[in-house]
């Protein structure tokens, strides 16, 4: 399947369950709402007020990441197979007016926009990204060699186009080629900078032969590049699957790209750890990379601890001409650590998930976030599987369940009941049982924090450092199943209310939790949920008290809705509205 068709079933499903967005009949706006929902992780409730436009040739939608001082202009362009990017187009109205724009302070399409990078222009930490979405594969020739001296000449920019084999990769988090077979080499300055482990020759009670390598960033830079050209998926499953694409850190990049900071990298950095089938000898010879008089065969190598440093190199020297690469990454090191693992023989196998798991203890998917991951997530999936829900942790799923239940009646057999008890209607394809992990966890989030954590922060909650992905993870350890889909299906009803109400705004899906959380729960306690959702009656209660409650804090809260989702709940007014509302029922 052509991957843009994946691309518009979900703008169909956007345009059937938005119907009253403005613009989302349009193929080419919503595809704005897809890139934003699907690719940035942003809540539905706020997409509409980060998409700008789609035609000006300027900045179509944004993102700002406050905690990391990130900012993206995003450029999307909803192209049939045939219609090609222009040369002139990428290397102006790209790259060049919506920047000239910020940087003097007169772009008017959004306030916010300017002002956050007024804010944050002379921060260290700063980087804006200019993305431009593409829905072909039809590359412009020449234009990459303009985009890497864009980078080069503006080190807190990052710019880059995703065709659409990119887009695919980014939706997925994974690359789709199963038994990919790859050879690649790594090259270190001698013999003397290669420290061997072998158990064998050494007599050692341990398992696995190993060497620790003194590597140039140009190797490492070539071994991606290979492995990319190849379609060879060099990024662990585990890495791949459960944090998606790994993005590229700041402090690594701008490193690499300074002249006068770059030989310092080895020291800075703490390497490596890559995972292969066969490791062959250290070989002496005439390589075309300076400081690195020898070389190392390595078979279908897999990157499980230093990805962002991968990626980061990758970014950085893809930048440089060349013909100067060699010569401006001359004295530029990392060390990989290679091991020499056969991941049939099953001893083994566990021995490669637990350094996966334990050389990311100190990183982006530490031990804690590797077993949330592989077990509380996907034990509820099973569980929620057996009751007829079906819970999606990465995209793949999708595809997955569509396959395994082309047939809904196992599905709905096991899930009509609850389904009945909140007032659903019956579900008629698979797909309306599909729950969203990040979805489901911004519930609980608005149970646990308040609705405003759920609109504001849900980029936040799928990232395992953060401590909106440690409250969600611990609620789902700390109640039954049954407990779970039963706040989840609070939600779904709050939902399908609002999409039916007269404002399209009302009740308030995630102030709806809040507040049953607050009041109902007395104060969120999490033994409450069962007993107050135990039937009919008491949730279709619920539902009529609060779509009165969040439609009179709506109107006295004084501003727009938009507006109103973003900030702090106040609380006396929602209690003031409750007090008021519950004498009516």
């Known amino acids: 399947m052509d991957f843009k068709e994946q691309i518009l079933e979900d703008i169909r499903e956007y345009q059937k369950e938005f119907p009253n967005i403005q613009n989302i009949h349009k193929n080419e706006w919503a595809f704005n709402f897809w890139i934003l929902d699907k690719l940035f992780n942003e809540d539905e409730d706020l997409i509409e007020t980060k998409i700008i436009d ?5 900045v179509d939608c944004y993102e700002i990441f406050e905690e990391s001082e990130d900012i993206y202009l995003i450029q999307n362009k909803f192209y049939s197979d045939t219609t090609s990017l222009s040369k002139d187009y990428i290397e102006n109205d790209f790259l060049l007016r919506p920047l000239n724009a910020l940087r003097q302070g007169t772009y008017r399409k959004s306030q916010e926009l300017q002002n956050a990078y007024n804010k944050y222009k002379e921060h260290p930490n700063f980087m804006l990204h200019l993305h431009l979405y593409v829905t072909n594969n039809l590359k412009v020739q020449g234009v990459e060699d303009f ?41 270190t300055k001698n013999n003397g900078t290669v420290l061997n482990v072998l158990p064998k020759d050494y007599k050692l009670n341990i398992p696995l032969t190993a060497k620790y390598v003194f590597a140039p960033v140009v190797s490492v830079f070539k071994m991606y590049q290979g492995a990319k050209e190849n379609n060879y998926p060099i990024f662990d499953m585990n890495i791949r699957e459960f944090l998606g694409q790994t993005g590229v850190n700041k402090k690594i990049y701008n490193t690499l790209m300074n002249k006068n900071e770059r030989h310092n990298f080895f020291y800075y950095n703490n390497g490596i750890t890559i995972i292969c089938d066969k490791i062959g ?11 690195a008089d020898a070389l190392i065969e390595i078979n279908n190598p897999q990157i499980v601890n230093g990805c962002q440093t991968v ?8 930048n440089i001409d060349p013909l100067k690469l060699n010569e401006e990454f001359a ?17 083994e196998k566990d021995l490669y998930n637990n350094i996966v798991r334990y050389t990311n203890s100190q990183n982006s998917i530490d031990d804690k976030t590797f077993t949330a991951n592989n077990d509380i997530f996907k034990r509820i999936q099973s569980d929620f599987e057996a009751r007829g829900f079906l819970l999606l942790i990465k995209q793949s799923d999708k595809n997955s369940f569509k396959e395994k239940y082309k047939v809904i009646t196992q599905l709905k057999s096991k899930n009509t009941d609850r389904l009945s008890r909140f007032g659903l209607s019956s ?28 609109f504001v922060k849900k980029n936040k909650i799928l990232k395992s450092d953060s401590s909106l992905f440690e409250i969600a993870t611990d609620f789902c350890k700390s109640v039954t199943t049954d407990t779970l889909l039963d706040l989840f299906l609070l939600y779904k009803k ?22 049953f959380a607050k009041y109902e729960c007395k104060e969120r306690k999490k033994e409450l949920i069962s007993v107050e959702l135990s039937d009919s009656a008491k949730i279709s209660k619920l539902i009529k008290l609060y779509t009165m409650v969040c439609s009179m804090y709506a109107k006295q809260y004084g501003t727009d809705y938009n507006n109103m989702i973003k900030k702090e709940v106040d609380y006396k007014l929602l209690e003031d509205a409750r007090n008021v509302c519950s004498t009516v029922l």
């Open 494 to 515: 709050a939902e399908v209310e609002k999409k039916a109400s007269g404002d399209k705004r009302t009740p308030i899906p995630y102030y709806l939790i809040d507040a």
């Open 281 to 291: 000898t250290t070989e002496t010879k005439n390589t075309d990379i300076p400081n």
């Open 331 to 347: 004295d530029t090191f990392v060390m990989l650590k290679i091991l020499e693992i056969d991941k049939d023989d099953e001893s």
């Open 427 to 454: 579900m008629k394809k698979v797909d309306d049982c599909f729950i969203p992990l990040d979805k489901m966890l911004q519930v609980f989030i608005s149970f646990m924090n308040g609705g405003q954590d759920s």
């Open 54 to 58: 789609y035609h000006d040739m300027g």
């Open 147 to 187: 985009i890497k001296q864009f980078n080069a000449n503006n080190p807190k920019c990052i710019a880059k186009i995703f065709y659409l084999d990119d887009i695919k990769e980014q939706y997925y988090g994974e690359l789709f080629q199963v038994k990919k077979h790859y050879k690649t080499f790594i090259h």
């Open 311 to 318: 990626n980061s190199i990758y970014e950085a020297l893809k």
